[in-house]
Each structure stands twice: as C-alpha cells, then as structure tokens.
C-alpha cells in the first residue's frame, strides 16, 4: 500500500493533471491525498475518483505544514511526496519500492530527476550553507558551485547524498511519522534540506537512485518572483539559525 500528498496553491491543471495520472496508473495499491492552499475549491472538480481524497484547508498555510496535515491519517506502508509539476512512467514506483524495502537504514529514496528538454537536474546536494545559497544566486566560485551539487560525481550509479531536493520523496511511512514530518516554522523553501538534516541526525540516509527517472517541470518560482525570493529568504535564515552557518 502507498500513499501520496500534492500540497496544491492556484496550480495549472493541465500541468496537475500529468501528475495525478502518472501516480494512479501506478500497478499498486495506493491513495492520493490533494491538499489544497488555494483559497476556492475550483480544483476539486477536476478530480473526482475513490483513489483520492481532497482536503481544502482554505487558505496558504504552506508547503511542509500541509503535507504533516495528513500524516496521522495515512496507515501505508510507503508515502510519496510529490510535487504537483512531475510526471513518470508506471514503473518508476514499484522500482523504488523494491530498492528502498530492502534498505533498514534508509528512510526516503528519490529516482533520476530531468527537466522537460531531458537535461538534468541536479537535485542531489550537500547540506546548505550561508556561502553556497549565495553562491548559487551570484556563481563567485563556480568550482564551489559544482562540488556543492556533487557535478563531479559519477551520477548515473545510486548513491547517499547530503540533501535530495524534495519534488519526489518516497518515505516509509513509518520512518516519516518517527521524524513527524517536516518543521511547520519553514512556510516555504529549505524544509526538505531541514528534513535531510533530521534523518541524518537520527543515524539514518536517503538514498539517490539513478536507475528509472522523471520529469519535473522546476518552475524556479524564488529566482522570478519577488515574494517568492523572500519566503525563501526568511527560511533560510530560519534554517541556519537551527544548523548553523
């Protein structure tokens, strides 16, 4: 049995849709929770079918505490946190699932991540600091830049980074209730680097696993807006202030 959670804020539907159909035409028993920010209902139309069930919250109370609203409910034995921009073929999951059952030690695994066009993304990291989240907006040390986000190794064997960019999380769901999920002070931004600190402080890893794929569109929304810049701003000085500098 697995379960998922797509926090959804004003999102494109066509672009959701690809999402929510990629996840129930996977060949298992699942459940989809859709965890609604915006502030109508006008989604929840969309999406009528006895293997989701949508929750309006009916207004932004961001992305981790959304996601954690559910984390009681759900008795699967794996939870996928999903972005609602993704989209992978049937045998991604049970692919994962297979790995990641037969790993004690490792709480989340996450597949190869690529952009529309086929080029990859680097979604494995190491944990954030002040100097790399600079770096990364004004690229002053470009050899920094590329170790950071490990450019240099070898990405097409599985390995256990630092920090996985959180767009598609596949937890036990157990492991995920023992960490109570993610830190409800980050609105937005940061809460999965805060999450992958958590798992290794508890002794355990995640696990990056090259071997089947998907597509994320990674909208890059704090590097075009604004307001979005500044959530990711406050979180990460929320985060420092937690893991240091």
Not at 60 to 76: E, Q, V, W
Not at 144 to 151: N, R
Not at 213 to 231: A, N, W
Request: aromatic share 14%.
């Amino acid at each position: 049995m697995i379960s998922a959670s797509i926090v959804l804020y004003d999102n494109k539907i066509d672009i959701l849709k690809k999402t929510v159909d990629s996840f129930l035409q996977t060949p298992v028993e699942k459940k989809l929770y859709l965890i609604d920010n915006s502030t109508s209902k006008s989604l929840q139309e969309h999406f009528k079918n006895n293997q989701i069930e949508y929750v309006f919250v009916g207004k932004n109370i961001g992305f981790g505490k959304a996601h954690n609203l559910i984390l009681d409910t759900i008795n699967s034995d794996y939870h996928l946190i999903l972005n609602p921009d993704v989209e992978f073929s049937v045998d991604v999951l049970p692919s994962l699932i297979h790995q990641l059952k037969n790993k004690d030690n490792t709480v989340f695994i996450t597949p190869k991540v690529k952009y529309p066009n086929q080029a990859p993304q680097f979604i494995c990291r190491k944990h954030p600091t002040f100097f790399d989240l600079i770096n990364r907006k004004i690229k002053f040390s470009e050899k920094k830049f590329q170790a950071h986000q490990y450019a240099h190794k070898d990405l097409s064997k599985p390995f256990y980074p630092e920090f996985i960019h959180g767009c598609f999380m596949l937890f036990k769901t157990k492991e995920l209730k023992t960490l109570q999920g993610f830190d409800k002070r980050y609105f937005l931004y940061m809460e999965d680097a805060d999450l992958c600190r958590k798992i290794d402080a508890s002794g355990k890893k995640k696990l990056y696993f090259p071997e089947v794929e998907i597509i994320h569109q990674h909208q890059k929304g704090s590097s075009k807006k604004p307001i979005l810049f500044y959530h990711h701003f406050i979180s990460a000085i929320k985060y420092f202030l937690k893991w240091g500098f």
